[in-house]
């Protein structure tokens, strides 16, 4: 095969690449979309394999190694629950990142068979060197994230969902990545002995990866995630820049800024500045609450709540987290059958960051059956509670505080699923506790609020129960 | 025009476009799906199984070249994971009856 003919497969395939992220613009012609990833990834390695039997007939390890991976890879998509996505996520972040490293260490090593001159010339060195800081950090990152998400808190501190800060953290944060540029440019600038620089600079990297995920709380796992896919692609990119492959910065540009647009929705969605996330010491501590006025609830058992449900024209529910960890989402569509044959409309309210990850409960009610169509983002449905007889809030609390649209508020300005707006309020919370960003809820002490404390799944399905 | 340029350029051009088609497509994706985005771009991100794989296809395996058979079968984790928990998201996402006359 020509260089021409490999170029033009590869720009095949980056195509590809391209109508598969276009595919996912709705949930109908999602799954074409990802066939054309496929396709396009099945190009893309046939073409290589093709390539490299053609030099080297060497292609055995290859396939041996991509069939250990691909068996490994199947039997976790099948079995990882939809619960542990994020984690999922995060641990496959982080295969990518050291792979991006191993590459890198493998060109440096043996330049010539990766298509580079020996020795390697000035500018794929500097290309090779980002690579491999973004994959390292990327992979050092992804690891202690997927330790925070998996909850690992427990057995090993650094991993911990409330952030590990320390005196002095950013100034050594600066400095480890000030040395590790430093140790870039001697290895950039080495005639021999490249080694040395190229190690210590890898090592600094994974190093400061560890360091700058650390301190950011679980509550802002959403934006850390979709950060670390953005470097993932970045890893890719620079890869490509490396190798003198248009396919890899095309393919490493789309996932790079798919991450970083991802992180945007999430920072707004949470009213938090990335500069803020990335420094971290959030979503972990308590902030004190300042009012101590004891204010009164309304609470009320299951059956009160189910009479008040079977009897509204319109009921709009609003799933947080604390539904998912319940694993109450096929309660809740069980819930919403039984209301749609009484004739009330059910709809569904997500919040952008009502899971761990971006669009995760969509995924979580998708799993549960619920269509999609009941299903409807913040925005689109926050016109439409004035109208509703009934807002039924399950597990979520900080989305729907109004006290976001009071000023001065810690969370002055975040944007809120306006449940407060609907006729009757029904709350199902575990207990009074405030929410990740510590502050108290007034919805909850409206006159047209009900509270039903409980375990959310046991609550839903006395609900269930009770409605017939 | 294209003598003298150095292909660094031409790779320029094509990232800082590229950046700007994933900026508009990603746009486009329905917040619904940012799950399986993420999963799916993850997948994406494994094209660098190209770089692994030539890194694991020199001619003698030495320690550099067993290196990339390492990175092959990881970024084969991703490959094949990624694009089948993607599948399998997507499969969850149905419509509640499909209405005659309705269009895809």
């Known amino acids: 095969m020509s260089a021409d003919q490999l170029a033009l497969w590869y720009l095949v395939a980056a195509v590809s690449f391209i109508l598969a992220l276009k595919g996912l613009s709705s949930p109908p012609t999602a799954r074409r979309g990802n066939y054309f990833g ?31 991976g691909g068996v490994i890879g199947a039997f976790v998509a099948r079995r990882v629950q939809m619960t542990q996505m994020p984690e999922l996520v995060a641990a496959m972040h982080s295969l990518v990142g050291l792979a991006a490293v191993f590459i890198a260490i493998a060109a440096v090593n043996n330049p010539e068979a990766m298509g580079l001159h020996t020795p390697i010339t000035g500018l794929h060195k500097a290309e090779l060197f980002i690579g491999t800081f973004i994959g390292a950090i990327t992979f050092s990152g992804s690891v202690i994230a997927f330790g925070k998400l998996a909850g690992l808190g427990k057995h090993f501190r650094l991993f911990s969902s409330a952030p590990v800060v320390f005196k002095g953290q950013h ?44 301190p ?54 949470m009213n938090r500045s990335f500069v803020s996330v990335i420094l971290g010491g959030f979503g972990g501590e308590t902030a004190a609450v300042a009012e101590t006025e004891q204010k009164t609830v309304r609470s ?54 009502a899971g761990r990850m971006p669009g995760h409960m969509n995924v979580l009610l998708a799993e549960a059956e619920v269509p999609y169509d009941q299903v409807f983002e913040m925005e689109d449905i926050n016109s439409e509670f004035p109208q509703a007889d009934v807002a039924l809030i399950l597990g979520a609390n900080d989305v729907v505080n109004p006290l976001a649209e009071q000023k001065g508020s810690p969370i002055y300005g975040m944007p809120i699923i306006e449940a407060h707006k609907a006729r009757t309020v029904l709350v199902n919370k575990r207990s009074m506790a405030s929410g990740y960003a510590g502050i108290d809820n007034p919805l909850f002490y409206m006159d047209k609020t009900m509270m039903v404390f409980g375990d959310a799944k046991k609550v839903v399905e006395d609900l269930v129960k009770a409605v017939e | ?25 990603i746009w486009n994706v329905t917040p619904a799906l940012h799950t399986p985005l993420m999963s799916l771009t993850n997948a994406i991100s494994s094209i660098i199984l190209v770089g692994a794989m030539l890194a694991a296809g020199s001619e003698t395996l030495d320690w550099g070249g067993w290196l990339g058979v390492l990175a092959v079968a990881l970024v084969s984790i991703n ?26």
């Not at chain 2, 025009?1 to 497509?25: E, N, Q, R």
Request: charged share 10%.
């Open chain 1, 38 to 68: 496929v396709a396009g990834m099945a190009i893309a390695v046939a073409v290589t394999l093709a390539l490299i039997y053609s030099h080297s007939k060497s292609v055995l390890p290859i396939v041996g190694g991509m069939v250990v």
């Open chain 2, 1 to 25: 025009m294209t003598a003298g340029v150095d292909p660094i350029v031409f790779y320029l051009t094509i990232f800082v476009l590229a950046i700007f088609v994933g900026y508009h497509v």
């Open chain 1, 300 to 353: 009320g058992s299951p059956d009160d709540a189910a009479f008040l449900l079977s009897n509204a024209d319109t009921v709009i529910i609003v799933p947080g987290y604390g539904l998912a960890v319940a694993r109450a989402q096929h309660a809740v569509k069980e819930l919403a059958t039984k209301l749609t044959q009484k004739g009330v409309t059910v709809k569904y309210a997500i919040h952008p960051v």
């Open chain 2, 79 to 104: 490959t094949f994971g990624g694009f089948l928990v993607t599948q399998r998201m997507l499969g969850m996402f149905k419509k509640k009856e499909p209405k005659p006359g309705d269009k895809e």
């Open chain 1, 171 to 214: 100034w050594l944060n600066l400095a480890l990545g000030i040395a590790m540029i430093g140790f870039g440019v001697a290895f950039f600038m080495a005639e021999q002995s490249e080694w040395p620089p190229f190690i210590i600079m890898t090592a600094l990297a994974f190093l400061l990866g560890f360091l700058l995920i650390i």
């Open chain 1, 216 to 269: 950011i709380g679980g509550a802002d796992m959403p934006v850390v995630i979709s950060m670390l896919n953005s470097y993932s692609g970045w890893a890719a990119a620079g890869i490509g820049f490396s190798l003198d492959n248009p396919m890899l910065i095309v393919a490493g540009s789309l996932v790079g800024s798919s991450g970083a647009i991802l992180s945007y929705i999430m920072c707004k969605a």
